[in-house]
């Protein structure tokens, strides 16, 4: 464990980040993602609990989906604040690094797909704090907290509670991990993809009957 974690420390140096000494959000910059409600809670946060946040950060991981433009109004919330670092778009071990490293992931979007980062967060064990729209509830529900969607003083009351609590914000990682490798095997998902796509083939070949 003590390996691990100076490994990806070094990765995580050039964002000035340090392990455990972070939340992270992982996303395209795009304003239904809603980035900006993360950082106004962040502020809300800080400002109001500065005994608990002091020297705690905020990576805001990914880059740009053809929206400068919103990109730019992010960095300008942030400008004159240390405690927001952006890391651009991460891939490979640089990302792994992000993941493992974070105290707690957030993810405040207002619209979804299936949430592959808060799967990826919770495979690396972490507490996962989602915005309640259904895609995330359904995860999250009973393997995470949730805030109401585009509320900064709840999400700020919800991030407040995590950073506060180190037991909380552990036990609900180890369970969110036990969930994902139960319900969501990548092996598994895999393997059976591949058996459905060979039993198509057949069908299709004529290799098996059709009854």
Do not use: C
């Not at 608990?52 to 004159?80: N, P, Q, R």
């Not at 993810?107 to 507490?127: D, T, V, W």
């Not at 805030?147 to 995590?162: I, R």
């Amino acid at each position: 464990m003590f390996i691990f974690i100076i490994r990806y420390d070094v990765l995580l140096d050039p964002f000035g980040l340090r392990s455990f000494q972070y939340v992270a959000m992982v996303s395209r910059l795009v304003p239904h993602k809603s980035q900006h409600v993360l950082i106004e809670a962040w502020k809300k946060a800080y400002a109001e609990r500065p005994d608990i946040f002091a020297g705690k950060k905020l990576a805001i991981v990914g880059g740009s989906a053809f929206t400068d433009g919103y990109e730019k109004k992010l960095h300008t919330m942030a400008t004159g604040d240390d405690s927001i670092v952006f890391t651009g778009t991460q891939i490979g071990d640089s990302l792994k690094a992000l993941f493992a490293g974070a105290k707690f992931i957030a993810h405040p979007s207002e619209s979804e797909g299936l949430p592959i980062a808060l799967l990826e967060a919770m495979s690396f064990g972490k507490a996962v704090l989602a915005s309640d729209i259904p895609e995330n509830m359904e995860i999250v529900a009973s393997h995470g907290v949730s805030f109401t969607t585009g509320n900064v003083d709840d999400l700020a009351d919800k991030l407040v509670m995590l950073m506060e609590d180190d037991m909380l914000t552990a036990s609900i990682g180890h369970a969110s991990r036990e969930f994902v490798e139960m319900d969501y095997n990548w092996d598994d998902i895999a393997q059976e993809t591949i058996q459905l796509y060979d039993t198509h083939r057949a069908l299709r070949e004529g290799v098996l009957a059709v009854r």
